[in-house]
């Protein structure tokens, strides 16, 4: 049972261009949701969280958008830069269950086209 | 500041070995966890530590097992190598439980 989805397995957007990644999940336990960008031989970079207390997180070029009752988040970048292309993971853990535990989804390859 | 170390890098072992992997997490973190990559089955959860005690545990066979040292360091085993336990291990480290997870380069483990 795959609690965290990313249904798209690939993106492909124009440099200057906003790039939107979606993911859902299943858990009505998740309180905290994380994204990670991958290059390749290297681990996962921490890019943003959101908590469920709240719907929207700024940091720069990277918002997460998160709907509880749809049990949907989304990663926006603008505008998108041929550096971003890499694999993008959402993640969710139960911070209340005392654990920091992550749940990956299966992650989004992004291409930023200059 | 220096970031999460993972040693080694690259390991390749024979089936039926067993094998150690370390990792150092950043300085001030007490949180380290592991992680499994493979390509079929993406980033999977092994174990969470927080000051030298196993809080979770993900669904692995007793093969896997780890510990953390007084020092935040953490090490896991593998015993009785498969073929099937050829993936990139990842570690990562945390503040505390709350706060998100800060991940090394891994090792990548090749089992023939």
């Known amino acids: 049972d795959q609690q965290v989805k990313q249904n798209s397995p690939s993106l492909s957007v124009q440099e200057g261009r906003i790039s939107i990644l979606n993911c859902d999940y299943t858990n009505s336990m998740f309180d905290y949701f994380l994204w990670y960008k991958k290059y390749p031989a290297e681990g996962p970079t921490f890019l943003i969280s959101?908590?469920?207390?709240?719907d929207k997180n700024e940091d720069g070029r990277f918002t997460v958008f998160l709907n509880k009752s749809a049990k949907h988040l989304s990663l926006h970048i603008v505008p998108s830069q041929p550096g971003d292309s890499a694999v993008y993971f959402c993640a969710a853990s139960a911070r209340s269950g005392n654990t920091g535990k992550l749940i990956f989804g299966q992650g989004t390859t992004l291409q930023v086209k200059p | 500041k220096a970031g999460v170390t993972q040693t080694p890098r690259y390991l390749i072992k024979t089936r039926g070995q067993q094998v150690t992997l370390s990792c150092s997490p950043i300085?001030?973190?007490?949180?380290v966890s592991w992680y499994q990559q493979t390509p079929g089955q993406g980033l999977q959860f092994l174990f969470e530590y927080f000051s030298e005690t196993q809080r979770n545990k993900g669904n692995f066979p007793g093969r896997f097992s780890g510990r953390q040292f007084s020092n935040s360091r953490s090490e896991m085993n593998v015993s009785t190598l498969e073929l099937g336990d050829s993936a990139l291990y990842l570690c990562a480290s945390a503040t505390g439980l709350t706060s998100p997870l800060h991940f090394g380069n891994g090792t990548r483990l090749t089992v023939t």
């Open positions: 300085s001030g973190h007490r949180s």
């Open positions: 959101i908590s469920s207390i709240k």
